[in-house]
């Protein structure tokens, strides 16, 4: 594989250990779901945990196979190492560095933002110059792009 997708070799190696010990406790726990028959309500119950935990293995596995892969973030228009400079409702600035997933920073000159965060959402197919809105725990909160700067080829 030739593209990062936007990880960082540290990502990159957490995510494909993730997938490894995932693929692995999910084939663990296929064989018993098939063969299992069901008996008394605390069985059923039992069974529908089981298969609910498969389930969500499932769908974490193919997300893991996406970001490795790059393609859950190609609807993306915002490419990660982006860096963005905002301007809060309170006049503070901050330069962030746009990232695919959270992962370990190399340099402290920029804070990260995740792609999938309700900021880094509210950015996408924005420009420098436009006032944006998100959400945050205390509620809606706008912010203004003064620069989004493109990763460095």
Same mark, same amino acid.
């Given at each position: 594989?030739?593209?990062?997708?936007? &990880?960082?070799?540290?990502?990159?190696?957490?995510?494909?250990?993730?997938?490894?010990? &995932?693929?692995?406790?999910?084939?663990?726990?296929?064989?018993?779901?098939?063969?299992?028959?069901?008996?008394?309500?605390?069985? =059923?119950?039992?069974?529908?945990?089981?298969?609910?935990?498969?389930?969500?293995?499932?769908?974490?596995?193919?997300?893991?196979?996406?970001?490795?892969?790059?393609?859950?973030?190609?609807?993306?228009?915002?490419?990660?190492?982006?860096?963005?400079?905002?301007?809060?409702?309170?006049?503070?600035?901050?330069?962030?560095?746009?990232?695919?997933?959270?992962?370990?920073?190399?340099?402290?000159?920029?804070?990260?933002?995740?792609?999938?965060?309700?900021?880094?959402?509210?950015?996408?197919?924005?420009?420098?110059?436009?006032?944006?809105?998100?959400?945050?725990? =205390?509620?809606?909160?706008?912010?203004?792009?003064?620069?989004?700067?493109?990763? =460095?080829?």
């Amino acid at each position: 594989m030739t593209s990062t997708g936007g &990880l960082s070799p540290t990502a990159r190696a957490r995510l494909e250990e993730e997938l490894a010990q &995932l693929r692995e406790q999910r084939n663990a726990a296929a064989p018993r779901l098939s063969e299992e028959s069901v008996g008394d309500s605390a069985d =059923q119950a039992d069974m529908l945990e089981r298969a609910e935990a498969a389930a969500w293995m499932d769908r974490r596995i193919n997300e893991i196979v996406d970001m490795l892969s790059g393609a859950s973030r190609e609807e993306h228009a915002i490419p990660p190492g982006t860096t963005v400079t905002l301007r809060f409702d309170d006049g503070d600035e901050d330069t962030l560095r746009i990232v695919a997933i959270a992962e370990d920073v190399d340099d402290d000159s920029a804070s990260v933002l995740t792609l999938d965060s309700p900021l880094g959402r509210a950015i996408v197919d924005h420009q420098a110059g436009d006032t944006i809105t998100y959400r945050t725990p =205390q509620g809606e909160a706008t912010a203004e792009i003064v620069e989004l700067k493109p990763p =460095q080829a």
